[in-house]
């Protein structure tokens, strides 16, 4: 098949390297074209392979990256996979298996177990949780396989290496790197990272631009908070038509790196004031505070993601997944996230309230975190929060499920929890985990006013595989004037049992909800 790209050259004496690129770009495409059989992901070469998983796919071992820098360790490895055959996996760890789940547990994938070995399949791509013993968390990343290529066939490619970058993750390359975005921005073009660790400070984005990164290519935030102006390693600011695709990853070096540097509160990625934003495929992991911050923003999609953050045992800190903040029509749809915080969010920061947040969906969901799985709030300063929807969400661990914190002054409706599979709760402190916690106060960690009404919330089709033994829900209208009304719950079911709001959710409702 013949590849065609556009290519302006800044000069003659580079036309041997920018044809090499060529070369090995093509090849690339070529390589991702068939994937009936699937297509293991390397290992990026930054963190130490697992000792304890070794991982086969059909027969074929597969690199087990372990996250040795956070606190509660974590393994992964990552496939690709058209998704038109059963994929055959196979687990071998140093210790007999007396006990194993393979989450999501809707999915009642069964295996075989033979001395230290666990056989089982899975039908096409999708992102699970293998749990043997007592031994740390394997996550095994089944992509599904998208021809990237497709959607900038047609625009200039421009390969980093021809910036004379580093890619040993030895040097540090922000001002190369940014050169490089702001140059094939100017042309609409396409930025492509092939193999190689690349360490950088805050980048900033640009209109009409994509980032393509390599299977095997690392952007590795820098340890030192002097190489951010901003907070931040990937700065989305007053930008439109910009991409970041395929299977890369991007680092934020904060739990092992900046925060023992001294710094609080960097994102991985903040976008505000953009248009038209789209993620697919990345790995995003390890940020300092929140991972994702998408601020008054519109038309902002995240496809195919995993986030990757500390679930720390002490010194909690608000590693939050993915926060929708004052912004709309936006979306989070088949992604994985492990998080020390709140996992799937949406909030109001925007104290002029200028913006409201509306058309938020996110759906198809495997979620780990210390706290929230599904929330909106606690920053609810927006005029109003209307038509969100959580939908096809697997709450691996949880301390509260589904939650409606409303603590500033706003109007909240149109809300949808639906089709959640919950398998355990967390029971960190005094504060008995929740199911279900909506609740209108002006009783907070900050100053808030709790001026807020919420009407229209669904909860429906909610299967609770764990046992309910100390967990509550509650529904707290504030006053008379901020109240609650039409919650419906329905569908629900306990360990298989059908349940009724009334009887089996321990619920909790005082009489300002209506």
Partial sequence: MKS???????????????????????????ACESVNEPRLLPALGDEPLSKEFCVSVNGVKAAV??????????????????????????????????????????????????????????????????KINNMEDLYLLINPFIDYRSGFKN??????????????????????????????AQKGGVLYFPKGIYRTGQLNMRSNLTLFLADDALIMGSVNPNDYQEKCLIRIDSVSHFRILGYGTIDGAGWSGLRKNGAREFYLVYASNCKDIVFDGVVLRD??????????????????????????????????????????????????????DDNVVVKGLDNERIWTTENILFDRILTMSNSAAAKIGTETCVRKFSNITFSNIDILKCKRAM????????????????????????FPGNEAPRLIDFEITDKSWRECTGNCTIDGVEVKDIHILANMDGVESQILGKNAQFCIRNVNIAGCTVQGKPVSAEEGLNLKINEFVK
């Avoid at 065609?4 to 800044?10: D, G």
């Avoid at 075989?112 to 699970?128: A, H, R, S």
């Avoid at 912004?327 to 992604?335: G, Q, R, T």
């Avoid at 002054?409 to 959640?420: A, P, W």
């Fill in 155 to 184: 625009q200039a490619l421009v390969n980093i290496k021809d910036y004379d970058i580093d890619g040993t993750g030895n040097a540090l390359c922000t001002d190369k790197i940014q050169q490089a975005i702001d140059e094939t």
């Fill in 4 to 30: 065609m790209f556009i290519f302006k050259m800044r000069n003659m004496g580079k036309c041997v390297k920018i044809l090499f690129s060529v070369i090995i770009v093509g090849f690339l495409f070529i």
């Fill in 287 to 340: 940020p300092t505070f929140w991972n994702t911050r998408v601020y008054r923003s519109e038309q902002v999609h995240f496809r195919n993601l995993k986030v990757l953050n500390n679930r720390p045992v002490r010194n909690w800190t608000n590693t939050d997944g993915i926060d929708f903040d004052s912004s709309k029509d936006c979306s989070l749809i088949n992604a994985v996230i492990h998080a020390g």
């Fill in 403 to 426: 939650v409606i914190n409303a603590f500033d002054s706003t109007h909240i409706e149109k809300v949808r929890f639906e089709n959640f599979y919950i398998e355990s709760f967390e």
């Fill in 65 to 130: 990256e372990k996250m040795a820098k956070l606190d509660i360790p974590i393994h992964y490895t990552q496939v690709v996979c058209d998704g038109k055959a059963s994929i055959k996996i196979m687990v071998t760890v140093q210790e007999d298996i007396q006990s194993y789940r393979i989450s999501p547990l809707r999915k009642d994938i069964h295996g075989e177990v033979v001395g230290n070995k666990l056989t089982f399949t899975v039908d096409g791509p999708g992102f699970f949780m293998v």
